[in-house]
């Protein structure tokens, strides 16, 4: 990456921050992660990314507002509700195949010594 | 993005989890991209990331040990410090630039609308 101008410097901050506020966090990008692989329920991606209710709760709604996920109330007996991914989660793609790669290779470096 | 099996499922949210815990949080990328328009003493640091020097010390720390920030003392009266970025953050460039690019295009998309 080239080295930042001041004004580049103060552009490329404030967007690296709408990008953690937006996604910040312990558990929005895990989230996203999971819900990759298909639109689940809530105790099953409470389970699945190891997250207590109370806060999945919390962390979903943010991304609902964000119009990273939908929720959707399924008329079962008894109701229950699934969340799935929109298409503008997938605008996502890049920062999280470059978190994947990163940690990957970071977990790699750790074990092998080298840093 | 390909969808995720279980197996490369897990695999991804044990690598973003990695990432996350290393430069997660609201300030580690700020301060990296602070720090890519060259080193900065504390106090630099502390304004132009808009940060309290008690968080920031804790956060340079963490940097520190995860060999993402070296730090300096400056034989200078009175002593100085000076934070500089390792070649070995280099290797977050992809994951900056990725953040950088979405927040950028969020904030434009919130501006005009669209979502």
Not at 56 to 81: A, F, I
């Amino acid at each position: 990456m080239a080295k930042h101008t001041i004004e580049s410097c103060a552009k490329a901050k404030m967007a690296i921050r709408d990008t953690l506020d937006i996604v910040g966090g312990k558990w929005k990008l895990v989230l996203i992660s999971v819900l990759q692989s298909g639109k689940k329920g809530f105790n099953e991606l409470s389970r699945e990314a190891a997250i207590s209710p109370r806060i999945l709760s919390k962390e979903l709604q943010e991304m609902e507002m964000n119009g990273l996920v939908s929720r959707k109330v399924c008329d079962t007996k008894p109701v229950t509700v699934q969340y799935e991914l929109t298409p503008y989660s997938e605008t996502l793609d890049d920062v999280l195949t470059a978190m994947e790669k990163w940690g990957f290779q970071h977990r790699n470096n750790i074990i092998q010594g080298i840093k």
